[in-house]
């Protein structure tokens, strides 16, 4: 069974630094990743979706890299704002055919102004 | 892009009573969607696969009798909280299938329902 985890659970930066979030998984034999945000009480937002034969997508001021073969994904975020501030997750789609998709815990992100 | 609307957005009820949460992709059609549950604090644990004109597929440990599911079009599925226990309150969150070009397999969120049995 594919085990996704998320590091660091909790992060709290000052505004303006660029950081980063870390994402694992077990089993490399993934179709997509998808990053999400989640606003306390709300839906998820989805952020980013890589394919597995991709290595990386940007959307303005994030940046998601996938490396496969060593099981991670990192969401870069540049030039942090108090709005980033969020639960960050993600999600590790299994083969095409499997349907299911795998959820980290997520990293809890708050950036003070 | 992709929409999913969630109904309702919050419920109260009392105990005993069946409460139902609908999920509707508004502008692709789906055939496939999932339900998610989310304690506090905690990522989203899926409970149940729903298949179009077929049984839904529930995960080890997720009662059927106690969570009905029902997926009667390409754009509606329905999540029903049968005899809700205090136990059952939670968030519920939905999600579809959507299939786009090339065959990427992309999940679209509801926005949760919030569920608070008395």
New interface residues.
Partial sequence: KQEVTQIPAALSVPEGENLVLNCSFTDSAI??L?W?RQDP??????LL?I?SSQREQTSGRLNASLDKSSGRSTLYIAASQPGDSATY?C?V?GT?NF???Y????TKLNVKP | GAVVSQHPSRVICKSGTSVKIECRSLDFQATTMFWYRQFPKQSLMLMATSNEGSKATYEQGVEKDKFLINHASLTLSTLTVTSAHPEDSSFYICSARELREAGANVLTFGAGSRLTVL
């Fill in positions: 179709y997509n998808q999400f009480g709300k839906g998820l937002t989805s979706l394919q997750l999600a789609g095409y349907n299911k998709f959820f980290g815990s997520g």
